[in-house]
């Protein structure tokens, strides 16, 4: 069965820190592009990070850069999201994403079920 199960989320305090976690099952981890997403109360969810296969390229969104990182184990098919600096407009619903296949068997995409980060005094 494909899947990805995330942790970590939680409460925390602005200026805190939280480390979230997506385990895959159910295909070629090491052949997919990972990807975090957030969708806050009343907004759009948006594209926070992104990592490449190796791990070795990674991209985020201005509002989290210098604050939030991303990193993968291949071995143990997980992906990271190390959040620093929390700030209370963080608070979101937090999804990982995986996006994997070729152009000549198509792409497929599969979504975690989704964390809550409330960052709150």
């Known amino acids: 069965q494909v899947q990805l199960v995330e942790s970590g989320g939680g409460l925390v305090q602005p200026g805190g820190s939280l480390r979230l976690s997506c385990t895959a099952s159910?295909?070629?981890?090491?052949?997919?592009?990972m990807n975090w997403y957030r969708q806050a109360p009343g907004k759009e969810r948006e594209l926070v990070a992104g990592?490449?296969?190796?791990?070795?390229?990674?991209n985020y969104v201005d509002s989290v850069k210098g604050r939030f990182t991303t990193s993968r184990d291949n071995v143990k098919a997980t992906v990271y999201l190390q959040m620093n600096s929390l700030k209370p407009e963080d608070t979101a619903v937090y999804y990982c994403?995986?996006?994997?296949?070729?152009?000549?068997?198509?792409?497929?995409?599969?979504w975690g079920q989704g964390t809550l980060v409330t960052v709150s005094s």
């Open positions: 990592i490449i296969t190796t791990g070795r390229q990674t």
């Open positions: 159910g295909f070629i981890f090491s052949s997919a592009v």
């Open positions: 994403n995986a996006v994997y296949g070729s152009t000549w068997s198509g792409y497929r995409e599969v």
